[in-house]
């Protein structure tokens, strides 16, 4: 499966909202540095779609409009 997640560092809180289907907003309360905002969505994301952190991968990690996919044989 691939979503679409716009990302919004440095946030006072944590929240995961989906705003279409397929595309979700992301707040994070982690500095988009040094990959800790990308640990923390990949994170949300596992806990949110009951998968393994293992099966989600960022397509395009630097950017705020990030590409995922999220694979369905991760399933716990």
């Known amino acids: 499966m691939i979503i ?3 990302v919004i560092p440095s946030s006072s809180y944590e ?3 989906k705003i279409s289907e397929g ?3 992301a707040h994070l309360k982690e500095k988009a ?3 800790k905002a990308n640990r923390k969505l990949i994170n949300l994301l596992a806990k949110e779609f009951g998968v393994d952190w ?3 991968k960022i397509k395009n990690p630097k950017s705020r409009n990030k590409i995922v996919e999220i694979k369905n044989n991760g399933v716990k």
């Open 54 to 56: 293992r099966a989600i």
């Open 15 to 17: 929240k995961l909202e």
């Open 4 to 6: 679409k997640v716009k």
């Open 33 to 35: 540095e040094d990959g």
């Open 23 to 25: 595309g979700y907003v």
